[in-house]
């Protein structure tokens, strides 16, 4: 490995703990080296975890991945667009982004993170579950999202709560992608819910992640603000 490479692992081995498990660095420092891989955190994305681009116009592979992401659902964005790349390199533009072949590279570079004690016992136990038949989107798989969702830390702001939309109760008001519904019925594996400002009826996959208002709390700042004279 040359000096460059070296000083590139390096630089990857002290930034990745902050945004995946410590065991997984090694392999994953490595792996971003070989290929040659700008990394990019990104700033939360609704509708997108990650984001694979193949090289052109003088850039080569690159990758990002949102920041607000626990360091295990990180860790398997991550190798969810390594998969790609992998696959990029096979087939170039020749097969379906999630098609069989993108599966089955996405199989087995999960399989060097799977068994090590990286991620803990109910998680691996999802993970394997939902390895049979990886998605295009683990977002789309509520057994998995469930199962990261659990390692999410507090978001420690009092004015607003992301939730599962299948958490909070019916007639319940939320915001999705800036807009406000109110979620109001049931049907089959999708819930039901109208945009306030529309009118507008849309069907929400169950483990949509969406922001809810401490309503008390608004409140209370309102009035102590009032009485502040502000």
């Not at 097969?95 to 599966?103: A, N």
């Not at 939730?163 to 519904?181: A, C």
Request: aromatic share 10%; proline share 5%.
């Amino acid at each position: 490995m040359s000096e460059k490479e070296n000083a590139l692992v390096q630089m990857f081995t002290e930034k990745l703990p902050k945004h995946i498990p410590q065991k997984a660095v090694p392999t994953i420092a490595h792996w971003l080296v070989k290929h040659e891989v700008a990394l990019t955190i990104a700033a939360e994305r609704s509708t997108k975890l990650g984001d694979y681009r193949s090289p052109r116009k003088g850039h080569g592979h690159r990758i990002s991945v949102n920041h607000n992401l626990n360091s295990y659902a990180f860790l398997n964005t991550l190798v969810h667009e390594m998969a790609h790349l992998v696959t990029w390199e096979q087939h170039k533009h020749r097969v379906k982004s999630h098609g069989i072949e993108w599966k089955l590279n996405y199989k087995a570079l999960m399989n060097d993170y799977l068994g090590k004690a990286i991620f803990p016992d109910d998680l691996e136990k999802a993970i394997n579950q939902y390895m049979r038949n990886p998605a295009a989107s683990s977002c789309s798989d509520p057994n998995l999202v469930r199962a990261f969702r659990k390692y999410d830390a507090p978001s420690g702001n009092e004015m607003s709560e992301k939730k599962l939309l299948e958490d909070i109760p019916f007639n319940s008001k939320f915001v999705y992608e800036g807009r406000l519904f109110v979620k109001i019925d049931q049907a089959k594996k999708r819930i039901i819910c109208r945009e306030l400002h529309t009118a507008a009826s849309y069907r929400f996959n169950p483990v949509t992640e969406i922001w809810i208002f401490n309503i008390p709390f608004l409140e209370q700042v309102a009035k102590e603000n009032e009485q502040k004279g502000l």
